[in-house]
């Protein structure tokens, strides 16, 4: 049963954590759009889940450079593959953020991010629902 209801979570969780990097991506190219040279980038959200969900992860040890520092270890590290965002509309600066694209994408993963919250919430309404009887 806790095995279910880990797997549920864990793929929501695993979601939620992608599209909170990618609002971080998208936002430092909305930030950069007048930024002369500056490349527009964002990464496949399918891929990434997957390569997060179902591939073998490394365990990362942080290094402890003090006597106070926590033994944590932290799994689930993985380093995002991003990629150029191939466009049209260069400006003359060299700059490729279309601020339309990047708009429509922030929106996007915006639901996306809010649709795993409510589905979250509704898991565990559902859940107190059944352990209440």
Do not use: W
Request: net charge positive; proline share 2%; glycine share 2%.
């Amino acid at each position: 049963m806790f095995n279910k209801i880990n797997q549920i979570f864990n793929f929501h969780q695993q979601a939620l954590n992608l599209c909170s990097q990618r609002q971080e991506i998208l936002s430092a190219n909305i930030a950069n759009a007048d930024t002369p040279g500056y490349k527009s980038i964002d990464f496949n959200f399918k891929n990434e889940l997957n390569k997060t969900l179902y591939k073998n992860k490394k365990t990362i040890f942080l290094k402890k450079t003090s006597p106070n520092h926590l033994n944590e270890k932290h799994k689930n590290l993985f380093l995002l593959k991003t990629i150029p965002v191939l466009t049209n509309q260069i400006k003359q600066d060299g700059n490729t953020v279309n601020m339309d694209r990047e708009r429509i994408e922030f929106l996007n993963n915006s639901i996306k991010y809010q649709s795993s919250l409510v589905f979250i919430k509704n898991e565990i309404k559902n859940m107190m629902y059944v352990l209440k009887g």
